[in-house]
């Protein structure tokens, strides 16, 4: 009898297999959900110019120095300068321009006074300004040119998904095109013959395929393309069908008939192909995978929907993260403490489907049925997968556990 893997060795062996996908230029706009692959510099000084980060008055540090209420200091202003303005107006000792947030400062300026330390603010401020109290000093309320990165630093890196806001950061580095890797294109082929269209009411026998559903929604968050999906029943005949139907997928991912039945078509198809291995987790013990010759990813994943759930997220997304280049490929951990007792299976990781409560740091099961894969429901619930080491047969409450956050 073949031993069980451990989730390392089977993961090792998945990402041994996976090749960086090619690069490709793509407008900011069209690029989100992109893994860079080369590095984003900034085209500019971010900020390009000294402007005022208050509604207020550019002024002279040395005129208003010390100015309070029973002291106020007058100064006439020259100038209205709203943002977006490229104005300078000079500024001799005794005057002020009026500025708007984000505006240039003038070069003679070197500190800011907000309308709210000021007699009368912005409703009679376009003639003289009393001021009631003294910036701090110097470079009071001013955003200095580069203060936040200078032109040619690395603003973005590569292996880094740009989300909002990177790609705010690369827009506001004067950046409209970014080269990224190519999204990986993914097949999804639930398999069995038991299986019906979502809708659709099971005669006896029968149990919706939501496999499908929920796999594509797996793939679209790990920012890869769907390239198909696809149900079969148990004649092999039907996978070498469905392959050739997805001849332009990276990765196949098929879930059921990998496991040690008499209708199991994915292994009566591909067993010469693929690898199928026991690996030690619960749930998602069978599990297969394998390269084909034209290089594409073959997975095959247990039926049950919480084995097809944990499955993706242990081996099949950080597969595809690598083939973005996507320099962190797993979920967030965090350290939580069990609110409730439960058992494990023994010798097997367990990834338990489970609710949490950051506030409280306790993590407790998502569903009374305990860890059932084939409790779909409970997904439903779910937040986090509680991850309890081989070794450990009862977790008790209070007991601390490593808890792998999910969306």
Same mark, same amino acid.
């Given at each position: 009898m073949n031993p069980l893997l451990t989730v390392e060795e089977h993961r090792d062996r998945v990402l041994a297999a996976v090749a960086l996908l090619p690069a490709e230029s793509v407008a900011l706009a069209d690029a989100s959900g992109r893994t860079l692959a080369e590095p984003v510099l900034a085209a500019h000084d971010l900020?390009?110019?000294? =402007?005022?980060?208050?509604?207020?008055?550019?002024?002279?540090?040395?005129?208003?120095?010390?100015?309070?209420?029973?002291?106020?200091?007058?100064?006439?202003?020259?100038?209205?300068?709203?943002?977006?303005?490229?104005?300078?107006?000079a500024l001799a000792p005794g005057e002020a321009a009026r500025i708007m947030t984000g505006a240039a400062v003038p070069a003679d300026a070197d500190a800011i006074v907000p309308f709210e330390d000021t007699a009368g603010g912005l409703a009679d401020s376009l003639d003289t300004?009393?001021?009631?109290?003294?910036?701090?000093?110097?470079?009071?309320?001013?955003?200095?040119? !580069?203060?936040? $990165?200078?032109?040619?630093?690395?603003?973005?890196? &590569?292996?880094?998904?740009? !989300?909002? #806001?990177? /790609?705010?950061?690369?827009?506001?580095?004067?950046? *409209?095109?970014?080269?990224?890797?190519?999204? &990986?294109?993914?097949?999804?082929?639930?398999?069995?013959?038991?299986?019906?269209?979502?809708?659709?009411?099971?005669?006896?026998? @029968?149990?919706?395929?939501? =496999?499908?559903?929920?796999?594509?929604?797996?793939?679209? !968050?790990? *920012?890869?393309?769907?390239?198909?999906? *696809?149900?079969?029943g148990d004649d092999p005949a039907g996978i070498d069908a469905v392959l050739s139907r997805a001849t332009r997928a990276d990765v196949v991912v098929f879930t059921g008939g990998v496991s040690a039945g008499a209708y199991e078509p994915v292994r009566l198809a591909l067993s010469d192909r693929i690898a199928f291995e026991k690996v030690a987790m @619960?749930?998602?013990?069978? @599990?297969?995978?394998?390269?084909?010759?034209? !290089?594409?990813?073959?997975?095959? /994943? &247990?039926? =049950? &929907?919480?084995?097809?759930?944990?499955?993706?997220?242990? #081996?099949?997304?950080?597969? /595809?993260?690598?083939? @973005?280049?996507?320099?962190?490929?797993?979920?967030?951990?965090?350290?939580?403490?069990?609110?409730?007792?439960?058992? $494990?299976?023994?010798?097997?990781?367990?990834?338990?489907?489970?609710?949490?409560?950051?506030?409280?740091? $306790?993590?407790?099961?998502?569903?009374?049925?305990?860890s059932g894969s084939h409790l779909a429901a409970s997904l439903a619930r779910a937040e986090a997968f509680a991850i309890v080491p081989a070794e450990v047969s009862t977790v008790s409450v209070g007991d601390p556990l490593d808890v792998m956050l999910i969306p």
């Open positions: 900020p390009g110019f000294d =402007n005022s980060s208050m509604d207020g008055f550019a002024v002279r540090f040395a005129d208003v120095e010390g100015a309070d209420a029973e002291h106020p200091v007058t100064l006439r202003v020259i100038a209205d300068l709203p943002a977006g303005t490229a104005d300078d107006p300004v009393d001021v009631l109290r003294s910036p701090a000093g110097t470079g009071a309320f001013i955003r200095h040119r !580069g203060g936040d $990165t200078r032109a040619g630093d690395v603003v973005l890196s &590569p292996g880094e998904r740009l !989300g909002p #806001f990177a /790609l705010a950061a690369a827009a506001a580095s004067g950046v *409209d095109t970014v080269t990224v890797t190519r999204r &990986p294109r993914v097949a999804v082929v639930s398999t069995g013959s038991e299986l019906v269209a979502p809708g659709t009411a099971p005669s006896r026998g @029968q149990t919706p395929d939501s =496999n499908a559903t929920l796999l594509a929604a797996l793939v679209d !968050g790990a *920012d890869a393309d769907l390239e198909l999906v *696809d149900r079969v @619960q749930p998602g013990k069978p @599990q297969a995978f394998g390269v084909l010759p034209d !290089g594409r990813l073959v997975f095959g /994943l &247990p039926g =049950n &929907p919480v084995s097809v759930a944990v499955s993706f997220e242990v #081996f099949v997304r950080p597969a /595809l993260l690598a083939l @973005q280049g996507r320099a962190v490929i797993d979920r967030r951990i965090a350290r939580l403490t069990a609110s409730e007792a439960w058992t $494990t299976p023994p010798g097997r990781r367990q990834y338990l489907p489970a609710t949490i409560d950051l506030v409280a740091g $306790t993590v407790r099961a998502a569903t009374a049925g305990g």
